[in-house]
C-alpha cells in the first residue's frame, strides 16, 4: 500500500511511554540459562552485572535466587531454581516454572558468560542514561529551573560513579583507590554527628541491651524523632532523615502503642519506613543482602535499624563466619554506599563480656553501645567501643512515661536527659547514679577505702559501711580502682554535662501489674529496683591479719583475707587470696557470702 501515508512511530522525544527501553534480551537469556548450571560463571558476571541490569522481572527473580543457593554452598541447578521459587510462591512469575527449564536447557559454556554479561552491562548503562534524558526533558516540560536541572546531573553523575565504586564497571577495581588531593581536603573532624549524638552519618554502631532495658522502645523514639526533624536527648533538631526500620522482634499492636505515646500518628511520621516482620531472607546470605539493599533502594532509606540482629541470620551466634558474613553479604554494601546502620542485640550470659555470640560481631561497627535498666526509670547508655572516638561516652537518661486510664497517655512516653542540681563538689555525672558501679567507686572513695584492696576485703568493708552491692560490681570497682592512675581519685569517668531540662509529667504513673513503660509486658523491669539485703558481717574467726600492714619491701604478695605470702599459681596469675581464703570457695572466713542481688 504504497498511496498510505504512514505515521511516524513515537520517539522518546515524542512519547517515552510507548517506547521499549534499550535491552539485550538474547544475552539476558544466555547468562540466566548458564548460571543456573555453573557457579563459576555467576561469580564471574556478579562482577560486572547486578540484579538491576537485567531488564526482564523474570530474569531478575532466577538470578536472585541463584545467588541464594551459591550463598548458602548449594551448587545451583534449574531444578533447585524451581524448587526455590515455589517455595516463595513466586513460580506463575517464571511461567510456572518453563521459563526456567527452556532458559536451562538452551545454554551456553560457562567461559562464554562474562562477554554476554558485558553486552548486558552496556545495555543497561544506555537504558539509564535514557532515563535521566527523559527525566531532564520531562524538567524542562514542567519548566524547571536551572538549578533543579543542575541537580537532577549532578545526581545521576553521582549515581554512576558510585556505581563504579562499588564493583560495577570495567574501573571497579582502580575506583577504589583514594584520590590523595580530594581525601586530604575533606574535613571529616567537621562532619556532623545525626541526631543525639550516638553516631555519624554513614556509621555502623550495635545498641546492646538486656530485655528490661527496652533497647527496642528507646531506639523507636530516637528513629521517629530523627525521621520528622525533633529533637531527642537535648540535641537540636536536624533535617529529617530516611529511616527503614526492620522489626522482627515486636508484635504490630505493641509498635502502634509505643509510637502513640511518643506523639506519633498516622500524619506525623515523617521519613521513617518501618517493616514489620519483613520476607527478606537471612541477612547473612547474598540474597538476604540483595533483598535489604533493594529495599534500601526502594525506600530511599539513609539509615537502617535492624531490630533484633540475631532474627535476621541463618548462621549459630557463635560462629565468627556468621557475623563475617552478614559484614560482606549486607553491611558491607551498607557502608560503601555511606547509609548508615542500628542493630540491636541481647547481652550474653555473661555482662561483662557485652552482646552474645561470637567477639567478630562487634569487629566491623564503629561504636557499640550497652544500655543499662537502673531502676526507677533511670538507664545508663555507655560506649564500650569505638573506632573514631567521636562524641560522648555516656548518657544518663530518665524515661518518663503517663498512663491515661488503662491506656498510655498519647505522647506521654519520652526518653531524656537526667539533669542535677550541681553544688560546688557536688558529684555529677554516672557517679550520682545508684546502682552503677562509678557511684560505688565515688562511695569506696568518700569511704577511704585504700585502692590497693582486693575484692574479699572490699566486700567485708562494704558490709560494714552498708553499701549494698553484687559482688560482680565490687570486683569490677576493685580492678576499675587499682588500674587507675593514682591522681584520679575522684569519678574515674568525667561528669556529663546535661542542658536540657526534662518535661514534668506531674509524678510516677500509675501502671498496670507486670507493665513498666509502653509496649513492656511480663514483669521485664521493676518500676523502682528492690533493694538487696546486706551482707552479713564479717566473721571474728581467723581473719585477724588481713588488716596488718604490708612491708612493701617485700616483693612477695599478701593474701588479702589472712595476710600469709601468696605463693604457686595463685601468685603468678594475680590471685588476692589464698584457696582457702575466698569467700566463694574456701571455708575461711567461714560463712561469708556477698549479696547476688542487682543493686
Known sequence: MDNVRRIPHPTADQDGLNRTPPH????????????????????????????????????????????????????????????????????????????????????????????????????????RYDAHSTALKAAIDRKADGEELAALVADFQQHEQLRENTGRGPAHLVASLLDWGTFFATDFGAIQLLLGKLMGPGQQITLVGDGKAGKSLFTQEWMWRMATGQPFLGDTPQEPLPILYLDAENGQEQVQERFLSFGAGPRNMGELRYASFPPIRPLDTAGGGADLIALVKATGAQLVVIDTVSRFISGPENDADTWLNLYRHTLLPLKRDRIASVRLDHFGKDKERGGRGSSAKTQDVDHVWELSYQGGGTLVLKRTHTRTGIGPDSFVILRQAQRDGDNWA??????????????????????AIPGTVEHLITQLDQAGVPTDWGSPRVIKKCAELGIQARKSKIEEAVRIRKNRPSADLPPHLPPSTFNETPPMFGGPPAKTPGQTSPGEVGGTSPAVAPAPPSPRPPSKEGGGGADLPRDTSDTSRLCDVCGEPLTGYRLERGYDTHLGCEPETGSHPPEHHAPDDAA
Open 410 to 431: 498519647l505522647g506521654g512516653t519520652r526518653h531524656v536527659l537526667m539533669t542535677h542540681d550541681v553544688e560546688p563538689g557536688a558529684v555529677t555525672g554516672l557517679s
Open 24 to 127: 539485550d534480551l538474547e544475552a539476558e537469556e544466555y547468562v540466566v540459562g548458564v548460571v543456573m548450571h555453573d557457579r563459576q560463571a555467576y561469580e564471574q558476571c556478579s562482577l560486572l552485572i547486578n540484579r538491576e541490569d537485567l531488564f526482564v522481572p523474570a530474569h531478575q527473580l532466577i538470578w536472585d535466587t541463584v545467588a541464594g543457593l551459591i550463598a548458602t554452598n548449594t551448587e545451583p541447578h534449574p531444578a533447585l531454581v524451581r524448587a526455590e521459587i515455589e517455595k516463595q510462591g513466586q513460580l506463575h512469575r517464571v511461567d510456572n516454572g518453563n521459563l526456567i527449564y527452556k532458559l536451562g536447557t538452551h545454554t551456553i559454556p560457562g567461559a562464554m558468560a562474562p562477554a554476554f554479561a558485558e553486552r548486558i552491562a552496556e545495555t543497561a548503562r544506555q537504558r
